[in-house]
């Protein structure tokens, strides 16, 4: 009888294993950096396709409406994502220019636009953003007689030219009264693409507009008495309106419909750039889609965990939105004005660090005035393309 062992069949050697494995290592460290490739490519065509569609939405609610115009209205929620919300204009209110949270005594017609009923918003894939192109003048700082579009709270930002976040999302009051939601209202500030009502056509006179954007009800100034003297007993019937049919809400506000028994302060107080419930948008025409981490890395710094943005969340922020302050000591730059012009500079791919180029994957964009439709442009000419 032989006494020679055999292998079991269909064992493996330790050696042979270990093989095995490695094989398998160096094929996922080939394949990864071309699977994570192919989901960027995926995700950049997700987010180009959103925004498109979401301008064409907004073009398709100007022609369909018959009582003003309609647009794409850019958001950023709490959840740390981009909404684009299809509005149409309801009505014009006669509201007060704030310098900061402080009334100038200035007034300017601004139209009430609301969210177009039964259309959803288009979220942008997470990690996106846009900005719109703000030209020179479009922006102002508190306490240097305002515009009333984008008053920045941070000190020394250079007001020539700015690429805007749509800073919407950054609300919550450190109280819970009226009067600390009401103070924060100016805060809230975004932008628009706008189409004038039946034809369609791309406006572009920048004109200023207030988005009714409620917030939760635990926030929310009508839950409040003091916007409603005189009128108490619609309040509680009006914010269900508000839930129900928003532009009807905001007809009834302006008494659109017959005397509503609202004073103009009170329509200031309820519907204009001091509430907590409407966020301050200008029309825009020209837009950049990037990637909020991208634009991070060439800075030098990585995006808040909290917000995915390059700015701090509320509970940081005393005076209203502003740059994490970790992020400017990342970049290296000298203060807030230094890094905006970085974040232009890198939108228009012509930042340089060390001496040298830092490359840009950010697309810039510019809406057609008569098709309403977006076009993808040299990031030489941003800023210089008239539609």
């Known amino acids: ?100 949270s402080v009334p100038t005594g200035r007034y300017r017609p601004r139209d009430v636009f609301v969210p177009v009923a039964e259309v959803e918003p288009l979220v942008m894939p997470r990690g996106w953003s846009v900005r719109a192109y703000a030209g020179p003048g479009a922006i102002s700082r508190a306490g240097t007689q305002s515009t009333g579009w984008y008053e920045n709270v941070q000190a020394n930002v250079d007001l020539t030219t700015n690429w805007v976040f749509p800073e919407s999302g950054f609300t919550r009051p450190t109280g819970n009264t009226d009067a600390a939601v009401r103070s924060r209202g100016w805060q809230r500030q975004s932008f628009m693409v706008r189409f004038k009502a039946g034809s369609g056509e791309l406006d572009t006179s920048g004109r200023e507009a207030l988005v009714l954007d ?87 710094a990585a995006v808040n965990r909290r917000t995915g943005t390059l700015y701090a969340p509320d509970a940081d922020n005393a005076t209203g939105p502003r740059i994490d302050p970790a992020v400017l000591t990342q970049s290296g730059a000298a203060d807030d004005a230094e890094l905006l012009e970085q974040i232009g500079q890198w939108i228009t791919g012509t930042l340089r660090r060390n001496n040298a180029a830092v490359a840009s994957d950010a697309r810039i964009y510019t809406v057609e005035r008569n098709l309403g439709q977006i076009r993808e442009i040299e990031a030489s000419v941003a800023g210089e393309v008239s539609p």
């Open 1 to 100: 009888m032989s006494t020679t062992r055999t292998r079991a069949s269909g064992a493996f050697t330790l050696t042979e294993l270990m093989v095995v494995i490695s094989i398998v290592v160096l094929l996922m460290a080939i394949a990864l950096p071309a699977f994570t490739g192919m989901v960027r490519d995926s995700e950049k065509s997700l987010a180009d396709n959103q925004l498109r569609v979401a301008v064409g939405a907004g073009r398709d609610a100007a022609i369909r409406s018959s009582s003003g115009d309609g647009a794409a209205v850019f958001l950023f929620t709490p959840a740390g994502r981009v909404q684009v919300i299809p509005c149409v204009q309801v009505g014009t209110l006669d509201d007060e220019v704030m310098d900061g």
């Open 214 to 300: 409620p917030l939760a009800v635990a926030d929310s100034i009508y839950r409040e008495a003091s916007p409603w003297t005189g009128t108490t007993t619609l309040r509680v019937p009006l914010a269900r309106q508000l839930a129900i049919d928003p532009a009807r809400f905001v007809r009834t506000v302006l008494g659109g419909s017959g005397a509503s028994g609202f004073s103009v302060q009170q329509q200031r107080d309820l519907l204009g750039d001091r509430s907590a419930e409407t966020v301050l948008c200008r029309g825009v025409t020209e837009l950049a889609l990037y990637r909020e981490d991208s634009l991070a890395s060439a800075l030098g």
